[in-house]
């Protein structure tokens, strides 16, 4: 299956790729499905259960209201935050909604909208069902998703198997591991980023890729616009108060400091103001995913704001690695919390935007793998544990945490010939495998760590 850079860099909305952003994609995909198999008029009534970590955390992750969204028609990469809540209240007042936004229902919430805390499907933690009624009662379709990480949905077939539409359009230069990507830069004498990008041509052309990432980086970039100037407190029971814009009124306002690690306060500055937005439920880029969204956009706004030389040119070499790195992921481990905790997440994350900053740094390849290799060997074990449910403690601060981390990655690796013990194909395997050995509470269920020990406190 190839993956494009697009796959893991889409527009979307917060706090959660997972569990707001599939489960928006799998409800629009259950109402096309009705239409497209000429059910959708005689429809009265749809049923939807939402099972293991969709369940367990999914009113602190939007999932409910995602659904409904999702079934009137919304899409994440169009969906306007500004509406969404004017949206969900007609919804829930009126007891009524509209599929596609063409045929009406009633929609009864606590009755047709279930979050099993428990029970959890078969082939993945994040599972939803959908079933649609006519008047009779009798079942007029039924279908079962998965929401496996950024975003990213799967279907399930008449046996119970996971239907994966692949994407068998064919690339230059296929690779799925970190040590095939290396023997393709030696083979053909190419940079990571001149790889992928001719991997995107067979998609769109050089162009239209070019001009499509950097419209990516300005989303990113006002998303981070966006938390620095909003003041206030995040939604859910918390009562989380912004810091971003607090923190960007003091770091301008001592232009003039000489510390030395002013910049690593700025980065984290980014990262905060991007989480807190994604947490507010505003517009973010899954990178690679919603909880680890402020990672790469913080990373590479520090690249921006303090490398000399810094132009659109590297921001999509800076994209491009990121991807590629994110494919060997992806291909070969998760990056679903619910799957194998946050080092899914944050980790990924961490060591995409280390192996980015290596290469607009000007890396070699083997550098480039090494620093990707570092940004996650020190995120290994990482659980995802939530407060409350929601995506705001640890995440915020964490998504700032590893923004540093990668910033060092990158620098370490830089001052090494990319030669190292451990590589990035062998710690992908033991974040796998840490993550399958890692107890269910700890994946993102809000039943462990964190999630219960601030509560007791």
Not at 163 to 171: H, K, L, Q, S
Request: charged residues 20%.
């Amino acid at each position: 299956m190839a993956l494009s850079v697009f796959d893991l860099f889409s527009i979307g909305i917060g706090p959660s790729s997972s569990h707001t952003v599939g489960p928006m994609r799998a409800a629009v995909t259950f109402a096309q499905t009705l239409k497209d198999e000429g059910a959708l008029p005689s429809v009265e009534r749809v049923y939807a259960q939402l099972f293991g970590s969709l369940g367990a955390t999914g009113h602190g992750h939007g999932s409910n209201t995602a659904v409904l969204l999702g079934l009137t028609g919304e899409r994440p990469e169009e969906c306007d935050p500004r509406t969404v809540a004017g949206q969900l209240e007609a919804i829930r007042a009126d007891g009524r909604l509209r599929l596609l936004g063409e045929h009406e229902i009633a929609f009864d919430e606590d009755r047709d909208l279930v979050l099993h805390r428990r029970a959890t499907l078969p082939l993945h933690p994040n599972g939803m069902t959908f079933t649609a009624y006519d008047a009779a009662g009798e079942v007029l379709s039924e279908h079962t998703y998965y929401s496996v990480g950024g975003g990213f949905v799967v279907g399930e077939d008449a046996s119970g198997s996971t239907r994966i539409v692949a994407d068998t359009t064919p690339v230059p230069h296929h690779f799925t591991t970190g040590d095939g990507l290396l023997e393709l830069c030696a083979e053909t004498g190419k940079s990571i980023s001149a790889l992928m990008l001719e991997n995107e041509t067979a998609w769109r052309p050089e162009e239209q890729v070019r001009e499509e990432l950097l419209h990516i980086w300005s989303v990113m970039k006002e998303c981070i616009d966006n938390g620095l100037k909003t003041e206030g407190v995040l939604p859910g029971g918390l009562k989380v108060k912004r810091r971003a814009p607090g923190l960007y009124r003091r770091l301008r306002a001592e232009s003039a400091s000489d510390d030395p690690l002013r910049g690593m306060d700025w980065l984290t500055l980014y990262a905060l103001a991007v989480n807190e937005e994604n947490a507010a439920g505003g517009r973010v880029v899954t990178a690679p995913t919603n909880g680890a969204a402020g990672i790469i956009p913080a990373v590479l706004r520090y690249y921006i704001d303090f490398v000399p030389g810094a132009d659109d040119d590297g921001i999509v070499c800076f994209l491009l690695t990121a991807a590629a790195i994110g494919v060997v992921y992806k291909e070969n481990a998760s990056i679903s919390g619910a799957e194998v905790g946050c080092q899914g997440e944050v980790g990924s994350a961490c060591s995409m935007a280390a192996g980015a900053m290596a290469a607009v740094l000007g890396g070699s390849p083997a550098q480039v793998e090494n620093a990707a290799e570092i940004g996650m060997e020190h995120n290994l074990g990482l659980t995802c544990d939530p407060v409350g449910g929601l995506v705001q403690i640890p995440c915020i601060e964490r998504n700032a945490v590893a923004s540093v981390k990668a910033i060092t990655a990158a620098r370490t690796a830089l001052r090494g010939d990319g030669s190292h013990v451990v590589s990035l194909d062998k710690v992908v395997k033991t974040m796998r495998d840490t993550g399958r050995d890692m107890k269910v509470k700890y994946k993102e269920t809000a039943r462990g760590g964190l999630a219960v020990n601030v509560i007791e406190c």
